[in-house]
């Protein structure tokens, strides 16, 4: 049952994002109810599945615009991820001219970003208790039903904006370590990479970097042993990988940013696959012509790898030929 003090909040909130306060009403009751989501589960790499948690119609419209009114104070200086005008380059670009490279990401960040924090995240840059209470309730995804056992859901474009806010703190921190030292630092949703030009980052300072995530957000975030990564440049050569990119090139020569081979042969299979099961839907060109655009935005004025681009043309020649006599245009002699 809906109380007094929610409703009323419900009414505040309705001024604030424009939107039905029956609409709001409707969306707490799904939720008390366990339908306000669709659930299931997809691989997970290296092994397992992720539960994805994708909100229904109109709890999604309010989380949407939630994200929206929130998004102009999550950006931080360092923050890549689910910012206009930033991308995954933008976020490995500071460290074109690293010689030491150490990244790390957090475990489960979604999963382990409890309703606590995204409701004093919310309190921190204005809002009431009862509404702040109210849209975390409405920005969360709980299992088991009880309003405290919510987390950030993954599946819904909200969740990285209300995250990146919570990290806010963290960011400005993290600027501050690095900027004392000489060092880069930059980050994409949980994703965080530190570099520095000189030979080394000694171990203390990036056990201290990972202090700064883990304890300015209540002990919920966990940086295991397998998710860091530390290298530095052997010899005169460079390749430092961050995000499914990679730097390449010489110490002290020219360095380029590309797509690493890992993720150009998953590419490459995609487009393997349509070709052999003779895919040329709208859909599936659409999803592969979505992977050629962002190589694109990687490589930019810079042939794409040839290993992609042959069978991209290949791929697209096939899908002109086979719309073509579907229409009944394109005749073979007899």
């Known amino acids: 049952m809906i109380g007094s003090e929610r409703r009323k909040a419900a009414s505040e909130l309705t001024e604030i994002?424009?939107?039905?306060?029956?609409?709001?009403?409707?969306?707490?009751?799904?939720?008390?109810?366990?339908?306000?989501?669709?659930?299931?589960?997809?691989?997970?790499k290296p092994s397992g599945e992720r539960e994805i948690q994708a909100a229904l119609w109109p709890l999604n419209e309010i989380q949407a615009r939630i994200a929206a009114r929130v998004y102009p104070f999550s950006i931080s200086e360092i923050n890549h991820g689910f910012v206009a005008g930033r991308s995954h380059r933008t976020a490995i670009l500071p460290?074109?001219?690293?010689?030491?490279?150490?990244?790390?990401?957090?475990?489960?960040?979604f999963p382990s970003t409890k309703k606590r924090q995204v409701k004093s995240g919310?309190?921190?840059?204005?809002?009431?208790?009862?509404?702040a209470d109210l849209?975390?309730?409405l920005i969360c995804y709980t299992?088991?039903?009880?309003?405290?056992?919510?987390?950030?859901?993954?599946?819904?474009?909200?969740s990285p904006t209300v995250f990146n806010l919570i990290l806010k703190g963290t960011d400005q921190l993290l600027a501050r370590f690095a900027q004392k030292r000489g060092y880069q630092v930059s980050h994409y949703v949980d994703n965080f990479a530190i570099s520095t030009r000189e030979k080394a980052i000694p171990e203390e300072e990036r056990r201290l970097a990972i202090?700064?995530?883990?304890?300015?957000?209540?002990?919920?975030?966990?940086?295991p042993d397998e998710k860091i990564s530390y290298s530095e440049t052997m010899g005169k050569k460079v390749h430092f990988e961050f995000l499914g990119l990679v730097i390449e090139?010489?110490?002290?020569g020219e360095r380029k940013i590309g797509v690493t081979d890992e993720k150009l042969a998953e590419y490459r299979w995609a487009i393997q696959e349509a070709l052999e099961k003779e895919d040329f839907s709208e859909r599936k060109f659409r999803e592969i012509r979505g992977k050629i655009t962002y190589l694109k935005s990687i490589y930019q004025d810079r042939p794409l790898p040839a290993q992609v681009a042959e069978l991209y043309t290949q791929y697209r020649l096939m899908r002109?030929?086979?719309d073509a006599t579907n229409r009944g245009q394109l005749f073979f002699p007899i």
């Open 320 to 322: 002109e030929i086979v």
């Open 95 to 109: 460290h074109l001219w690293a010689n030491a490279f150490f990244t790390f990401d957090i475990e489960d960040a």
């Open 17 to 44: 994002l424009g939107i039905s306060r029956d609409l709001i009403l409707q969306a707490l009751w799904m939720l008390e109810t366990k339908i306000g989501y669709r659930v299931w589960a997809i691989p997970k």
């Open 249 to 252: 090139g010489s110490r002290n």
């Open 122 to 131: 919310f309190r921190m840059i204005g809002f009431s208790e009862r509404v």
């Open 211 to 223: 202090k700064i995530v883990e304890s300015l957000n209540l002990e919920h975030f966990k940086i």
């Open 143 to 158: 299992p088991t039903g009880e309003t405290e056992d919510g987390f950030l859901p993954q599946g819904y474009a909200s």
């Open 135 to 137: 849209m975390a309730d």
